[in-house]
């Protein structure tokens, strides 16, 4: 059996088919299911509010403490909610949508998020450039908030916390040592759990600011790439 106690695992383009869907893979999900039963905790890390990830989390029997909001705040059912962020972006939030309206528009989960809030880039535009745009302005109008993009949505993150920040707490409380975890994503966004775990996996799609910081970069695009190192783990091989 691998060294592997813990895989923090994202969503939006990591177990789903693709990076331009949210269709789960559910070849995937039972293997992730196979790999909690043989007691590695599955542990979600993402973007996406708390309510969504804690659902997701329960109905598809994975069994690790979940992260939402982008490491904003944890849920397990040992330990109940933990709040890592500071003080809430909701402000920004309602300034950006505005401001930016023609480019951006509002998410449904914001009325379920409490410290990071999030914004879909509008039908015919370049993520990356409405992302640039909206950072620039942000982070030069407000010291204490850092923007982000997921390939899904533009994230306004407290300052201080990241997925990786999350990681490290969830590490260091349940007495997991780095070599012994694993972190797999897509986006940029993930590259900060690779600072804390020994297996830093990307899969085959993902952004290049992510792949050039971790040690394994999957051969599959998304959920396949992931189906194929989760087998591995299962037989030992990583
Ligand atoms: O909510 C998003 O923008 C993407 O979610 P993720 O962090 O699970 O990829
Ligand atoms: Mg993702």
Redesign the pocket.
Same mark, same amino acid.
């Not at 990681?167 to 349940?174: A, E, G, P, S, T």
């Not at 085959?204 to 792949?211: F, H, P, R, V, Y």
């Given at each position: 059996m691998s060294r592997i106690r813990i895989m923090f695992i #994202?969503? #939006? *383009?990591?177990i789903t088919e693709g990076r331009d869907t949210y269709l789960l893979d559910l070849e995937l999900v039972s293997v992730l299911r196979k790999l909690t039963s043989r007691g590695v905790y599955v542990s979600i &890390?993402?973007?996406?509010a708390l309510p969504v &990830?804690i659902g997701l989390s329960r109905y598809l029997g994975f069994n690790g403490p979940v992260t939402g909001e982008?490491g904003s705040i944890i849920y397990y059912d040992k330990w109940g909610i933990v709040e890592l962020a500071g003080s809430p972006t909701r402000h920004v939030y309602v300034d950006v949508l505005e401001r930016f309206k023609d480019y951006v528009e509002d998410t449904w989960q914001n009325r379920f998020r409490i410290y990071e809030y %999030?914004l879909k880039v509008r039908k015919g535009f370049d993520g990356w450039i409405v992302y640039k745009r909206i950072a620039e302005y942000v982070e030069s109008t407000y010291k204490d908030v850092r923007v982000g993009y997921? *390939?899904? %949505?533009i994230?306004l993150m407290p300052k201080g916390v990241d997925?990786g920040v999350a990681v490290k707490y969830i590490l260091d409380r349940m007495s997991i040592s780095p070599d012994e975890a694993a972190g797999v994503? /897509?986006?940029v966004? /993930?590259a900060e759990i690779m600072k804390h775990v020994g297996y830093k996996v990307a899969v085959g799609n993902a952004d290049e600011g992510l792949k050039k910081v971790c040690n394994i970069v999957l051969d599959k695009p998304s959920s396949k790439g992931v189906l194929d190192f989760a087998r591995k783990i299962i037989e030992g091989a990583v």
């Amino acid at each position: 059996m691998s060294r592997i106690r813990i895989m923090f695992i #994202d969503v #939006d *383009g990591t177990i789903t088919e693709g990076r331009d869907t949210y269709l789960l893979d559910l070849e995937l999900v039972s293997v992730l299911r196979k790999l909690t039963s043989r007691g590695v905790y599955v542990s979600i &890390v993402s973007s996406n509010a708390l309510p969504v &990830v804690i659902g997701l989390s329960r109905y598809l029997g994975f069994n690790g403490p979940v992260t939402g909001e982008s490491g904003s705040i944890i849920y397990y059912d040992k330990w109940g909610i933990v709040e890592l962020a500071g003080s809430p972006t909701r402000h920004v939030y309602v300034d950006v949508l505005e401001r930016f309206k023609d480019y951006v528009e509002d998410t449904w989960q914001n009325r379920f998020r409490i410290y990071e809030y %999030a914004l879909k880039v509008r039908k015919g535009f370049d993520g990356w450039i409405v992302y640039k745009r909206i950072a620039e302005y942000v982070e030069s109008t407000y010291k204490d908030v850092r923007v982000g993009y997921s *390939g899904y %949505a533009i994230h306004l993150m407290p300052k201080g916390v990241d997925k990786g920040v999350a990681v490290k707490y969830i590490l260091d409380r349940m007495s997991i040592s780095p070599d012994e975890a694993a972190g797999v994503g /897509d986006s940029v966004m /993930d590259a900060e759990i690779m600072k804390h775990v020994g297996y830093k996996v990307a899969v085959g799609n993902a952004d290049e600011g992510l792949k050039k910081v971790c040690n394994i970069v999957l051969d599959k695009p998304s959920s396949k790439g992931v189906l194929d190192f989760a087998r591995k783990i299962i037989e030992g091989a990583v």
